[in-house]
């Protein structure tokens, strides 16, 4: 006589669905309680292992991502943001904007929220099932540097070309080499139309000449860049400077 619990939990290993192997048993014995029909008790089943692979898929997307997870929009005070800024922001948060290789620039002075605001969109997106990567420029810029060294760059590009974005993060904070920014700006041309990049930059494009050194490889990565862009300009002032001063007024009362 077959053992059918003994084959359902063979058969449901040899086809790698864990949850259901789980949970057949109790799903089964509520489906009898409640008189489900044969296949609402399938749907409950399939249900669970889609929604626990959903859950461990974005739990290895975040992990992978490196996003700070503290820089989310929870803790981000959206008030301080202009109008226009925050239905850009609305609008980024739908991800759309991936699909159609869009980039994100956020340009701003220091503390101004830049990277907390496109790290709280990457986190959002995240859950939607996205694969971003955020990664400071200049880590970015000595990484790939390394894989020139080792005649590996091309293998690097393709590595970073899986990922819907990539968050580069303070691009221009410290001024490039020329051998720097002939990794950067291939990175750049490389991502042209194919995948999303999201930077931010307290340079103005009118310094990036600091960055790329001369006139026509900073007006090619500008123009690369700038093309199928969406720009948020933070004129704020810090954040970080306002907490301070709000926490010395609420110590001296």
């Not at 309680?33 to 249900?47: D, P, R, V």
């Not at 340009?107 to 955020?134: D, M, W, Y």
Request: charged share 25%; aromatic share 6%.
């Amino acid at each position: 006589m077959i053992n059918v619990g003994h084959e359902l939990d063979q058969g449901l290993k040899s086809l790698h669905l864990p949850t259901m192997r789980e949970y057949y048993r109790s799903e089964a014995d509520l489906a009898r309680q409640e008189s489900l029909t044969y296949e609402q008790y399938l749907f409950e089943l399939i249900n669970h292992e889609c929604e626990i692979r959903k859950q461990k898929r974005i739990a290895r997307l975040l992990q992978e991502s490196k996003l700070p997870l503290e820089k989310n929009l929870d803790v981000f005070d959206r008030k301080r943001l202009p109008a226009k800024i925050n239905s850009l922001v609305e609008h980024l948060l739908e991800g759309s904007f991936l699909d159609r290789r869009e980039n994100v620039l956020a340009f701003g002075n220091p503390g101004s929220g830049k990277t907390h605001i496109l790290c709280a969109i990457a986190l959002e997106l995240v859950q939607q099932g996205r694969r971003i990567l955020f990664i400071p420029c200049t880590v970015l810029v000595q990484n790939l540097l390394v894989a020139k060294r080792d005649l590996a760059l091309v293998k690097a590009l393709k590595k970073l070309a899986k990922y819907d974005a990539l968050i580069i993060d303070d691009i221009g904070y410290v001024q490039q080499s020329r051998e720097e920014m002939e990794v950067l700006f291939t990175l750049l041309a490389n991502s042209y139309e194919q995948r999303s990049i999201m930077l931010t930059s307290n340079l103005p494009f009118s310094k990036w000449e600091q960055i790329f050194k001369d006139p026509m490889t900073t007006a090619a990565a500008i123009d690369r860049i700038v093309h199928h862009s969406i720009i948020l300009e933070l004129n704020l002032p810090s954040y970080r400077l306002e907490q301070s001063k709000n926490s010395r007024g609420r110590i001296t009362k």
